[in-house]
């Protein structure tokens, strides 16, 4: 009988295929049995971690376009079927993400001989360290990890960091790690813009010398490099909110014909949708597009929910009119504004989590949505959150190497980041899902009866008299978003009371029950 | 022949009417004829000064609702109706406001035979000193005085001002002569709301002891003290805007019956429209008066409109709803409203002036109306300038008097007087008459091709590149509105340019072309 080692080496050679984890991500694997003519692989993997079959079939004819390849993970009662996706050089690879611990059997379906009916087993163990698996909608209005800890998305911005050489975009990702985000919006093709006329290290598709693309088919390279990078995010503990498609584009990619739009889709949606922290955000600025039709976008968000078996956040974000959030397949409102007493309305319309993911950015360059005040930053993280939304940041100034976080990472320069981050503390510090409450006189969040965080905005009232519900006993904190500080306010409240300010604006008051 | 000085005093005995300038003004009088049986006076007053005529006759009966008295000024081939008023003690008036300099004649008519057919004369001599005439619509969307000069409406607000007795009224005066302002927003009626518990010193109908207004008959002392008042503003350059209804009584004035109302309007506009520094505001958040429908008020502007011979300018304020500024006899656009954005699609939809009279106060009270911060209020001042639009400022600092200048006047505490005052130089300094520009790209109000204000709110840009108008070189000045400081920028600017700019948050910028 031959030992695992030998198995595993047999197999390798003689079946071509192998079960591995991505390159960031470390999983120990093992191979356990054949059955009948088809070999079967097991892993062990960790819940929501990601699980990859690899095969390999000699490429004939574009294997991009040809017959494709498929597999069914089943759980017990319940089959859930992932597509593959070719890598280049005569290599397929299956990837899954496991939601459910035990023991999972797979089975390939293709009309490709080598790639049909290889079967195998992974066994799912709990998820370790800060493995909570992907971001959902909760509670209607907010966002928890599949395991069910909040997760407030705290996003920033930097369109075409993966498109600058690993030099910057190392620097951008230690400017991640010892930052407030947990969130980046971030295009999967490179861009082409003012402080943007770099060319990009990878490309998507192939091209020839002249640049002309081959929409039929894709760059292997340019998606190992993107995925690592999302790896890379993931152990930062950083939901990538991948933009699908933009309109600032000297290549070609914002306009392909249709055929190739979905292709690309459904080829991203392989590579991509077992990265548990992958969002999918059908553009930037969609309606700058000029190219695609409102039945495109449909489309688009059509084929990415169909392809994705994980149902992974869904959105798009607009430069003047709002695409339509009520339509099923939109899981939250991604939006571009600086009216952020929208919210309330969106909220109510929609049913949905609003993201103000685009609120103007910190900076000074001379475009005016490219120019707040860290102040102005930190005044609209803060209405979002008493509106019951959530925000995002950005930031553009001016740089003798034309180095902008917004686009292209690096470094942070800006004032609002600590304030942001302190915003999050007190967000983690807090019962999570605050809703608008019915006493608006204020602007402020809470759970009835529990919570409750005002910001004061312009106004700098010297006493605040409210009614409370009866009952309860309230500690009050006077909150400085700006200055970063906490100051409890001596006493309790209860019922109707009066809570002394200190009657400057840009105040938050945080009340708390405490029996 | 009698002398002149025996023929007054003969007239003034046996036919007991005199001429004569109200209180404040000094106006030298002269007594030139006498024509067949009736007396003939003749004053000299300034264009647009006030010539009063006082006749007696014995009040019979409710001289407020019996038969009225008018006169007719003419010069040349026109006449101007004017109402008279009775001013208790058997004294009845008419006063009017000569719009033109030369020689009127007047007569009076009554169906009270002592007061009917009165002649005179009145040299009407040009103004001097600060005497500009009145304030109407200029250019569409903004104000001049009579005599042509602009007008640039820098309003506050202390709506109960003349009800605080003399010594806190004089100190409300000295604050208003060493301000910035040149309107005022304020009451007819006197004030009950929260700071505002005290009862005035005069009322302006008579009151049986347990407080029982007769709305039949006015208070002469109540009016004789609010025209001292209102003249001693004009001497101060300061418009009265008196607000003729408000909701806010405990008295009985805002629930009157409509015959009352309407008698109470005629006798003030009797009383004042020759007064003129006199703006008409039908109410104080009209809206909030639920014993008034919207033809109440449709008819009081009417009333106004037909007593008024001098069409003093006329609006009305709102709480919530907006009254319908586009009916004919609304003459500007007043408005509660913090949303100083909406002031172009105003300007465009009524093409009126219109002037943001309630932006919220400055101050430190627990209404959040009345508490935002003196930057807030300069930003909406500048906000609302490069809107092509007007601000009103108010103060609502917490007192241990309860005196806060919103309401009762008395001095003022704030910081933002001082920026407005800066601003107004701003204003007094440039061509006038600022009308949002075709490029909006940052809020600017200018004249094409002259002049050009900017405000760039939360932007900071550190550059910005404009066209300007082909043919023109511009200097440019850096505005700090809140540290009231102007710097030049180096150098001209022409055609395609760009501007340095400080990359600051609340900066303005001035542009005037040079040649």
Same mark, same amino acid.
């Given at each position: 009988?031959?030992?695992?080692?030998?198995?595993?080496?047999?197999? =390798?050679?003689?079946?071509?295929?192998?079960?591995?984890?991505?390159?960031?991500?470390?999983?120990?694997?093992?191979?356990?049995?054949?059955?009948?003519?088809?070999?079967?692989?097991?892993?062990?993997?960790?819940?929501?971690?990601? /699980?990859?079959?690899?095969?390999?079939?000699?490429?004939?004819?574009?294997?991009?376009?040809?017959?494709?390849?498929?597999?069914?993970?089943?759980?017990?009662?319940?089959?859930?079927?992932?597509?593959?996706?070719?890598?280049?050089?005569?290599?397929?690879?299956?990837?899954?993400?496991?939601?459910?611990?035990?023991?999972?059997?797979? !089975?390939?379906?293709? &009309?490709?001989?080598?790639?049909?009916?290889?079967?195998?087993?992974?066994?799912?163990?709990?998820?370790?360290?800060?493995?909570?698996?992907? !971001?959902?909608?909760?509670? !209607?209005?907010?966002?928890?990890?599949?395991?069910?800890?909040?997760?407030?998305?705290?996003?920033?911005?930097?369109?075409? #960091?993966?498109?600058?050489?690993?030099?910057?975009? &190392?620097?951008?990702?230690?400017?991640?790690?010892?930052?407030?985000?947990?969130?980046?919006?971030?295009?999967?093709?490179?861009?082409?813009?003012?402080?943007?006329?770099?060319?990009?290290?990878?490309?998507?598709?192939?091209?020839?010398?002249?640049?002309?693309?081959?929409?039929?088919?894709?760059?292997?390279?340019?998606?190992?490099?993107? &995925?690592?990078?999302?790896?890379?995010?993931?152990?930062?503990?950083?939901?990538?909110?991948?933009?699908?498609?933009?309109?600032?584009?000297?290549?070609?990619?914002?306009?392909?014909?249709? *055929?190739? *739009?979905?292709?690309?889709?459904?080829?991203?949606?392989?590579?991509?949708?077992?990265?548990?922290?992958?969002?999918?955000?059908?553009?930037?600025?969609?309606? =700058?597009?000029?190219?695609?039709?409102?039945?495109?976008?449909?489309? /688009?968000?059509?084929?990415?929910?169909?392809?994705?078996?994980?149902?992974?956040?869904?959105?798009?974000?607009?430069?003047?009119?709002?695409?339509?959030?009520?339509?099923?397949?939109?899981?939250?409102?991604?939006?571009?504004?600086?009216?952020? *007493?929208?919210?309330?309305?969106?909220?109510?319309?929609?049913?949905?989590?609003?993201?103000?993911?685009?609120?103007?950015?910190?900076?000074?360059?001379?475009?005016?949505?490219?120019?707040?005040?860290?102040?102005?930053?930190?005044?609209?993280?803060?209405?979002?959150?008493?509106?019951?939304?959530?925000?995002?940041?950005?930031?553009?100034?001016?740089?003798?190497?034309?180095?902008?976080? #917004?686009?292209?990472?690096?470094?942070?320069?800006?004032?609002?980041?600590?304030?942001?981050?302190?915003?999050?503390?007190?967000?983690?510090?807090?019962?999570?899902?605050?809703?608008?409450?019915?006493?608006?006189?204020?602007?402020?969040?809470?759970?009835?009866?529990?919570?409750?965080?005002?910001?004061?905005?312009?106004?700098?009232?010297?006493?605040?008299? =409210?009614?409370?519900?009866?009952?309860?006993?309230?500690?009050? *904190?006077?909150?400085?978003? #700006?200055?970063?500080?906490?100051?409890?306010?001596?006493?309790?409240?209860?019922?109707?009371?009066?809570?002394?300010?200190?009657?400057?604006?840009?105040?938050?008051?945080?009340?708390?029950?405490?029996?």
């Amino acid at each position: 009988m031959l030992t695992l080692r030998a198995m595993n080496a047999t197999l =390798l050679r003689s079946l071509r295929y192998s079960t591995r984890r991505a390159a960031s991500c470390t999983i120990s694997f093992l191979l356990l049995a054949v059955t009948g003519l088809h070999a079967a692989g097991a892993g062990t993997v960790e819940r929501w971690d990601r /699980f990859e079959v690899t095969l390999h079939a000699p490429a004939t004819g574009n294997p991009y376009t040809g017959p494709g390849l498929r597999a069914d993970f089943s759980f017990e009662h319940r089959t859930v079927t992932v597509d593959g996706f070719y890598d280049g050089d005569g290599t397929w690879r299956i990837r899954f993400m496991p939601d459910a611990v035990g023991t999972w059997t797979w !089975v390939t379906h293709s &009309e490709i001989a080598a790639l049909n009916g290889k079967t195998g087993q992974l066994i799912c163990v709990p998820p370790s360290g800060k493995n909570h698996g992907p !971001v959902a909608v909760s509670h !209607v209005y907010h966002f928890a990890y599949a395991d069910g800890s909040p997760y407030y998305p705290i996003g920033t911005t930097a369109y075409a #960091w993966v498109h600058q050489g690993d030099q910057l975009e &190392e620097t951008t990702l230690a400017t991640l790690k010892s930052g407030p985000f947990n969130k980046i919006r971030m295009c999967i093709f490179p861009k082409n813009y003012d402080y943007n006329k770099n060319e990009p290290q990878y490309y998507p598709f192939p091209r020839d010398a002249a640049g002309n693309n081959d929409y039929t088919r894709f760059n292997p390279e340019f998606f190992a490099h993107l &995925e690592k990078r999302i790896d890379q995010l993931q152990s930062l503990g950083i939901e990538a909110d991948l933009i699908l498609f933009h309109p600032y584009d000297r290549w070609g990619y914002s306009k392909m014909p249709s *055929d190739a *739009d979905d292709r690309y889709l459904r080829y991203v949606v392989a590579r991509l949708s077992s990265f548990r922290n992958v969002w999918w955000s059908m553009a930037n600025e969609y309606d =700058l597009m000029k190219t695609k039709t409102m039945s495109d976008w449909d489309r /688009f968000f059509r084929i990415v929910q169909e392809s994705d078996p994980y149902s992974h956040l869904r959105s798009i974000h607009n430069s003047g009119p709002m695409y339509d959030h009520s339509k099923s397949w939109v899981t939250h409102v991604s939006v571009q504004s600086s009216d952020i *007493d929208k919210a309330g309305d969106w909220l109510s319309q929609y049913r949905k989590p609003v993201v103000y993911d685009e609120m103007k950015y910190e900076g000074n360059i001379p475009k005016r949505w490219g120019n707040i005040s860290a102040q102005e930053m930190t005044r609209r993280f803060w209405l979002a959150t008493v509106s019951g939304a959530y925000a995002g940041h950005g930031e553009t100034y001016l740089d003798p190497s034309d180095v902008l976080w #917004w686009s292209k990472g690096g470094v942070l320069r800006g004032e609002s980041p600590a304030r942001i981050a302190f915003l999050r503390r007190i967000l983690e510090d807090g019962p999570g899902g605050l809703n608008p409450t019915a006493d608006r006189y204020y602007p402020n969040a809470g759970i009835e009866g529990e919570y409750y965080l005002y910001y004061f905005d312009v106004n700098g009232p010297a006493e605040y008299e =409210l009614k409370l519900p009866a009952g309860g006993k309230y500690r009050a *904190d006077i909150i400085d978003p #700006w200055a970063m500080t906490i100051a409890p306010v001596a006493g309790t409240f209860e019922d109707k009371t009066k809570i002394p300010l200190p009657g400057k604006a840009g105040m938050a008051l945080r009340l708390r029950r405490i029996h």
